[in-house]
């Protein structure tokens, strides 16, 4: 069950054009709960509180309008940066599954895989293997981390000995496309490797 | 003092407050309060389009303080915001006057 002040961010989130952002999320969060501590220390009921803080804080309709006139709110700097940081991320290990299908799946562009990995795995250097391998393989998780932390508000804690909590997800078209292709490549470099590595480990090939 | 009487004024007069000391919104609804004598009651959520429409136009900036104990975001002028506020006052006292002059105050 949603506290009253998670049910407003809500509704204030479906009331503007291009939705609550984080930064303004928890900005507003941070007010309301500021809001209801005060009048809790004069009323005993929290939820009748979180009531009268979201009263005198303006309906979430006259809030949106306002923001919805002058632009929308404002994103964090991060929000901001986190999904063109996800795509460069994703972008070696994108490009490597592309090569890497089209030469060994299907037969086509070779030059395209061995002109650029070949190359580097060529150059004889333990070191640049490794980093050549860590950007491929950890740079999609990476932006899969780096979108969900600018899409995903999560907030957990124990209030009154119960568990309280927050969870909302707000990405927007870009970000869900971002998210939606880096998921495709980490899916299929774990095929790959489990394809690759698989009959190994049950003991089907010798390894 | 209802709030659509000052809805044009707002952010000359947030600017006027966070010029004195940058603060974050609570604490900036509680100033305009305080200052106006409770003259000027808005609803408290009013006052974050305005801030983010300053932020836009890079009159104040923002950042998160944790120094309080709690996480508040602290808005402070720029020096575009103090060139602004500047202006806006002078313009201010200039219309001030003169519908002071018409009311017949001065007299």
Known sequence: VKSPIESYLAQLDSALEHGLP??????IRDHLRALAR?????????????HRAIAEFGSAELIAEQFNKGGGPMEGRYDRWATPLAAILMLP?????IANTLKFQLGIAPGLYDNTFRTLYAIDSHVLDVIVN?????GPVAAVIAIALSGVDLGLKIQ??????????RFTMIQWIVLGVTVLVVLAMATYFFLENGPCWVGITWC | MRGEAIK???ELLLLAVIADKPAHGYALIEELRQRSHEAFDLPEGTVYPA???LERSQLINSRWDTSSGRRRRIYALTRRGRKALAVQREEWR???AAVSGVLGDAR
């Open chain 1, 38 to 50: 005060h009048h809790f220390e004069t009323e005993p009921d929290r939820v009748g509180a979180e």
């Open chain 1, 134 to 138: 860590a950007v491929v393989i950890l």
């Open chain 2, 51 to 53: 801030l983010h429409r």
């Open chain 1, 160 to 169: 009154n000995g119960a568990l309280t909590g927050n969870f909302a997800i």
């Open chain 2, 8 to 10: 044009g004024h707002l």
């Open chain 1, 22 to 27: 984080q930064r303004t999320r928890k900005e």
């Open chain 2, 94 to 96: 200039g219309f001030s």
């Open chain 1, 93 to 97: 290990g994108f490009f490597f599954m």
